[in-house]
């Protein structure tokens, strides 16, 4: 399964690659483990593996200054980014966050990983991503509205219906995607819907779609547990992050029958080995922001989080949550990564060895992005589906997908994630093949 540059406790993925001269090779960061898994893919490639340095370098990377006029009279200053991974398959498609944490390294990354999602649903789009060095609890409504705004201004020359469509990631909602739009509508001089997706209903926004990535983690794993003869009903799960994703999953879980048994976001980790109560947790999260101080568990210690009794556990939160330090301690049967990016390389090594059965990211999140593909599509038609139309074709979709990434990885005896990669990689790099170089 690994090569021999890449993977854990070999030479780092900065020794095997020509880095571009604005990344700095000790400290790659999520663009690194992103490169770790792509040398692992390469074996699996055969005659496509002579294109495959396509996937190692960004189509385009904007770089953008957001200035802004405070609420006191002060301009500030803050760092944007859009990168566009890989266009072969069709337009960039992937989300905006608000973070005070977000580098080039991340977007990069993440644009990547959406260039794998969308290839492995094979939903007709490429990967992109961007993001603002921001800390959005720290802004008024509206500084929030102008930061969008200007924002999206800066990025406008990138984006479009049939060029790149952002849509919401973390600290981005629903109110953001229709500033976006806004904005560029005006700057176009016609609205356009179809420049973002994650946008509310009223405003062409597609039903479902705040469910989608929850609904899709929980799909996966009610097929992987299928075939690996996992009883849902019953089942312990612990999960990190409560929102959109985590909280949807949870839900849905526990309204087959499963136990949600812990739960940590940035508030801290709560615990009732009898099972929450998800309903009350999740108005507990809306009206107060965070699972701290809910009435109904026991607070835990943050770093016991990873050592809970379960048999599935859903990193829902952010990237590089799993490591080699904590890796060892989980307990669990099953990870069905909601977040993106959320394990490393050596934690995936150390998960695999113990037995645990990792559902990556760029399979089991991939249920947002393929309503966002339904948002997109019924936004071009004006024409939109009901709720139960949604999610029943993006059952099918992730069902389908995660059958053929199962058989790969049987066939090849491989981890599920290096199966997604072989599946995605494949499609993209044939895609790149068949277009050719221009000029």
Partial sequence: MSSSTGAAGTTPASAAHTLPSYLDATHLGPWGNYLQQVDRVTPYLGNLARWVETLKRPKRILIVDVPIEMDNGTIAHFEGYRVQHNLSRGPGKGGVRFHQDVTLSEVMALSAWMSIKNAAVNVPYGGAKGGIRVDPKKLSMGELERLTRR????????IGPSKDIPAPDVNTNGQ??????????????????????????????????????????????????KLTGLPIEGARIAVQGFGNVGGTAGKLFADAGAKVVAVQ???????????????????????RGG???????????????????????????????????????????????????????????????????VLPDVIANAGGVTVSYFEWVQDFSSFFW??????????????????????VAQEHKVSLRTATFIVACQRILHAREMRGLYP
């Avoid at 176009?188 to 983690?217: F, N």
């Fill in 151 to 158: 924002y999206t201004s800066e990025i406008g020359l990138l």
């Fill in 176 to 225: 953001i995607m229709a500033w976006m739009m806004d904005t560029y509508s005006m700057n176009v001089g016609a609205t356009a819907t179809g420049v973002v997706t994650g946008k509310p209903v009223d405003l062409g926004g597609s039903l479902g779609r705040v469910e989608a990535t929850g609904r899709g983690v929980y799909t996966v794993g009610v097929e992987a547990a």
């Fill in 265 to 287: 976001d940035h508030t801290g980790t709560i615990i009732n080995k009898n099972g929450l109560d998800v309903a009350a947790l999740l108005d507990h999260v809306k009206q």
């Fill in 291 to 357: 699972v701290g101080g809910f009435a109904g568990a026991e607070a835990l210690a943050n770093d016991d989080f990873w050592a809970v009794d379960c048999e599935i556990l859903i990193p829902a939160a952010l990237e590089g949550q799993i490591t080699k330090d904590n890796a060892g301690k989980i307990k669990a049967r099953m990870v069905i990564e909601g977040a993106n990016g959320p394990t490393t390389t050596e934690a995936d090594d150390i998960l695999h060895d113990k037995g645990v059965l």
């Fill in 386 to 407: 009901s709720e139960d139309e949604i999610n029943a074709r993006l059952v099918r979709i992730m069902q389908e997908a995660f059958a053929g990434v199962w058989n």
